[in-house]
């Protein structure tokens, strides 16, 4: 496992060198003369939402992030992120309960009552006549 993370960090700042090289150094400044940053979140559950607050230090320390990808939960918080959602909101988001019975695939006690009952029907009475 810590080999196959390691391999492939190492193949993508190879890659990232090796586009680097060929577009040239003015193809990475902005125009603002800045250059730009590049965001890439892992997955894993509990360790996808720990970039949080990895957003969150890069937005206190007043870092802009011009782009974002992630796998798996990585994911998730990236397109939050890019949606405009604040470290803070995404917070409040992955601790509400609804969010963990979803991702642990729990089904609310406050919604088992309409999986048990039966589907109402549009009659008002019911009667069973017996001829014999």
């Excluded at 959602?85 to 088992?112: C, L, Q, R």
Aim: charged share 15%.
């Amino acid at each position: 496992m810590v080999k196959r993370v390691f391999l492939s960090m190492l193949l993508a700042v190879l890659a990232c060198n090796v586009s680097f090289s060929q577009t040239g150094n003015d193809s990475v400044v902005r125009s603002g003369g800045r250059e730009r940053v590049g965001l890439v979140l892992s997955g894993g559950g509990a360790k996808g939402i720990a970039h949080v607050g990895v957003i969150k230090a890069l937005e206190d320390n007043d870092i802009p992030i011009d782009y974002v990808a992630g796998t798996s939960m990585g994911a998730i918080v990236g397109s939050l992120y890019s949606c405009g959602w604040s470290p803070e909101k995404m917070i409040k988001f992955f601790t509400a309960p609804d969010f963990i019975y979803w991702s642990t695939g729990v089904i609310n006690p406050d919604h088992k009552y309409y999986l048990t009952q039966p589907s109402p029907t549009p009659r008002w009475l019911t009667a069973n006549i017996n001829l014999r």
